[in-house]
């Protein structure tokens, strides 16, 4: 298996404009999370999916963010407008039982928000 | 406000000695206990868990728990230089995990 994937990589973009962020979960896994890591603030649960339905997403800052995941192999997570505050790196992870259990992370996507 | 506390570290310590990780929790209701290892740049990596009191051992990596005290250790043996990374402690607490801050081991050749 390929592992989580996600996409981009990194990301530089201005103040103002929209950012997605993609992520591919492991085959077979049900459960789907979004992290944001910053140093202030270490690892965050933004939402979490289980059988591609939001479970929590009282971890997203503000109605800025919004996360979706229209089937069980993708998901996204879209910051609209992106501000400065926002840079961090995002991680998307996966599980295959619900809830919190052993979760195989992505790479990441590291965000600049200039 | 359920927490996981750790020592942000740095800690220190020579090549082959023994490293030795702490964690406390507040939800004494966690039955699932995890440690991650992070390397700088990286995402997080499992590196073991508990659910029972006691000792779980896994090469040079041995896990502690004890339920009693809300702790939770990790003892690295014979401690490598690629040992260094930031360990992260997370405990579930229903369907979440919550992690601590990591603490920063350095292995010293």
């Known amino acids: 298996d390929a592992g989580v994937i996600q996409s981009p990589r990194h990301e530089v973009t201005e103040m103002g404009q929209e950012v997605t962020l993609r992520c591919k979960p492991i085959?077979?896994?049900?459960?789907l999370f979004w992290y944001r890591q910053t140093m202030m603030r270490g690892l965050e649960l933004l939402i979490y999916f289980n059988n591609n339905v939001p479970i929590d997403d009282s971890g997203m800052p503000e109605d800025r963010f919004s996360a979706k995941m229209p089937n069980a192999s993708f998901s996204t997570l879209k910051i609209q407008p992106s501000e400065p505050r926002d840079s961090a790196v995002y991680f998307c992870?996966?599980?295959?039982?619900?809830?919190?259990?052993?979760?195989?992370f992505g790479a990441g996507s590291r965000l600049t928000v200039l | 406000q359920k927490e996981v506390e750790q020592n942000s570290g740095p800690l220190s310590v020579p090549e082959g000695a023994i490293a030795s990780l702490n964690c406390t929790y507040s939800?004494?209701?966690?039955?699932?206990f995890f440690w991650y290892r992070q390397y700088s740049g990286k995402s997080p990596e499992l590196i073991m868990f508990?659910?029972s009191n006691g000792d779980k051992e896994d090469g040079r990596f041995t896990a502690q728990l004890n339920k009693a005290s809300q702790y939770v250790s990790l003892l690295i043996r014979d401690s490598q230089p690629s040992d260094s990374a930031t360990y992260l402690c997370a405990v579930d607490s229903n369907y979440q995990l919550i992690w601590g801050a990591g603490t920063k081991l350095i292995i010293k050749p």
């Open positions: 992870a996966s599980s295959s039982l619900s809830g919190a259990n052993v979760l195989t």
């Open positions: 508990i659910y």
């Open positions: 085959s077979g896994h049900n459960s």
């Open positions: 939800d004494r209701g966690s039955q699932s």
